[in-house]
């Protein structure tokens, strides 16, 4: 983020925060959890995982809604920037 004397030169320099940056141990960790997956039989163990993973995903994007939104509000107020009523 700028100084608070510079205005933003792009939208794109403001939203560089969202790149998701992976090292290789997390790529790496995240293949063997879904090798781990790929290779369960068991379709007691595949349900049970899936309905975890759906109240997981739907919780995860409802808070991540919620926190762009108030950083972008907050980028806005140290950019400037009038909210709309």
């Not at 781990?36 to 995860?60: G, K, T, Y």
Request: one cysteine or more; a negative charge.
């Amino acid at each position: 983020m700028p100084p608070k004397n510079e205005p933003y030169d792009s939208f794109n320099e403001t939203m560089d925060w969202m790149v998701v940056e992976q090292s290789l141990e997390e790529e790496l960790t995240l293949e063997r959890s879904i090798r781990s997956i790929e290779d369960c039989d068991n379709i007691d163990v595949l349900s049970q995982l899936c309905v975890a993973m759906a109240r997981q995903q739907w919780h995860q994007g409802k808070l991540l809604k919620q926190a762009v939104g108030r950083i972008a509000l907050m980028d806005a107020v140290l950019s400037g920037v009038e909210q709309p009523a």
